[in-house]
């Protein structure tokens, strides 16, 4: 009987740091689509801000260029960079300046071509397999966001 006591004292605890960590971090604003959510941790608001100037704000949120558009696949990427962003941030082992994983890179890229498609079906499959090798800061104004990757430094993560 002890044993049970113990455990369901501990258990309380755990959840209780699980339920105060998540409304703290404002958890439930992750399920939107807002790209206001992508500023709940503060070293995302350069790109936040430099997505408001961008040429991209007035079509596209963060979730449309970030994540898969099929919902399956967007909820499972949701979740891994949920979980990946959390655990970096709460541990503070993160680069700086922060950067687009090479999985969530393609990602990106794939988005662009299905917005773009009417515009890049006549290019060769060389020409557009790399959208940010020539337009980098397009989704952000000034080249944030994608660290290692900018207009200096040609090449892949």
Known sequence: MKIYFTTSILGGILLGLISYSFYYAEGMSYFSSDPKACVNCHIMKPQYDSWQKGSHHAFATCVQCHLPSKTISKWVAKAENGFLHSKAFTFQNFHEPIFIRKKNREV?????????????????????????????????GESLGLGKYNSTKRGSF
Request: glycine share 10%; net charge negative.
């Open 108 to 140: 990106l890229i794939d988005n662009c071509l299905q917005c773009h498609n009417g515009f890049v079906e006549g290019m060769n499959h060389a020409e557009q397999s790399d959208c940010l090798h020539c337009h980098n800061s397009v989704g952000h």
